[in-house]
């Protein structure tokens, strides 16, 4: 064997050891381990990412739970899709005339509510809404606007009639109910347009019942519903509801240090509100029956320490004269004889002139009526049959 022969050998040792090693790396690399099919296993339970969730159909999200409402917030929610139709919004503006063109411009006045009387298209609302206004606009609860005539005013009662001249199949008149059964405590609504803000419900209770508040014609308005539902300007004319959507009463005035709701609002009632409207819409005004006479002012009577109605003159004809009322006459030397001073009808006190009104508007004409009045040192009573009023 030659000198080279180790030297071969080694090298060939060497070569074999290289295609051993190639091929038992080739044979591990195919054969799965434990570790590899666990990893695969995991890799497969787990859900795909954002990007591979948008090549698979999306899952059906959970249904949320029923928005179940209990049955006073449905009782609520009826009432007020029932009645909002019968309310109305009122714009008012008035009209000025260019002194040098003598163009008309048309000046926005004021907003108030209202609400449809009946299918003859009358519209109630306070009368302070529209006191000045020379224009009145009717807004619907469909949203159709119609331009309103005045019918009639009650300054006194703070009420007045508007009419629109619509077909009697879009109206929807407002239910009346009853004020003489209300009870402090019991639920009510309000829906108006405060602040502009149209077709707004607010709810509350009756706080008090007999209220007393003075209307735009001086002459106390009685029986007044106070109410704590809120009522902002802009509420004035529209409904107060009882729980079974009929009318109880006309929002009409709020007390108020800041001019807005303070949590006390007053409310005319709908025993009164039914009899002025009436003769709102057959006279255009409130028709009383009277005693025909003419009173002396509140400041003279307090001047003379006299508390009631003090006769200052009998109409002729009238049914004070025919019921024998004496007037303030002045003798020959010039010195007054008070007359008659009024001091109740059918027991009901009088101690003023607004309560000789308030009393006489409980009648109609041609009823007959104690008068008890004091002459000079005497109480008399006198009976007499009332006149219609003009």
Known sequence: MSQNTPGLLRN???????????????????????????????TADIPPDESTAEEAPSAPL?????????????????????????????????LR??????????????????????????IITNYHVIDGADKAQVTLGDGSSWAAQLVGVAPEKDLAVLKIDIDASQLKPIPIGRSSN????????????PFGLDQTLTTGIISALGREIESQGR?????????????NPGNSGGPLLNSSGQLIAVNTAIYSPSGAYAGIGFSIPVDVVNWVVNDLIEFGKVIRPTLGVELATAQIAQRLGLEGALVL???????????????????????????????????????????LILALEKYQAGDQVTVKVQRDDQLIDLSADLDMGR
């Open 313 to 355: 003159n009998v109409v002729a004809g009238s049914a004070a004269e025919r019921a024998g009322i004496q007037p303030t006459t002045r003798d020959r030397r010039g010195n007054i004889q008070i007359g008659d001073l009024i001091i109740a009808i059918e027991g009901e006190a009088v101690r003023s002139n607004a309560d």
């Open 62 to 94: 959970p249904s949320p739970p029923d928005a179940r409402l209990d049955p006073a917030e449905l009782a609520t929610i009826r009432l007020f899709e029932a009645a909002a139709p019968s309310v109305a919004f009122i714009t008012t503006s008035n």
């Open 219 to 231: 002459v106390p308005i009685r029986d007044v519903i106070q109410t704590d539902a809120a009522i």
């Open 97 to 122: 005339q260019n002194y040098w063109t003598r163009d008309l411009t048309e000046i926005p006045r004021g907003t108030g509510s209202g609400f449809v009387w009946d299918k003859k298209g009358h």
């Open 12 to 42: 060939l040792l060497f070569v074999g050891l290289l295609i051993g090693s190639f091929f038992l790396g080739v044979s591990w690399k195919g054969t799965p381990n434990e570790t590899d099919s666990t990893a695969n296993n995991t």
């Open 182 to 193: 209300l009870r402090v405590g019991q639920s009510v609504y309000a829906i108006g347009n």
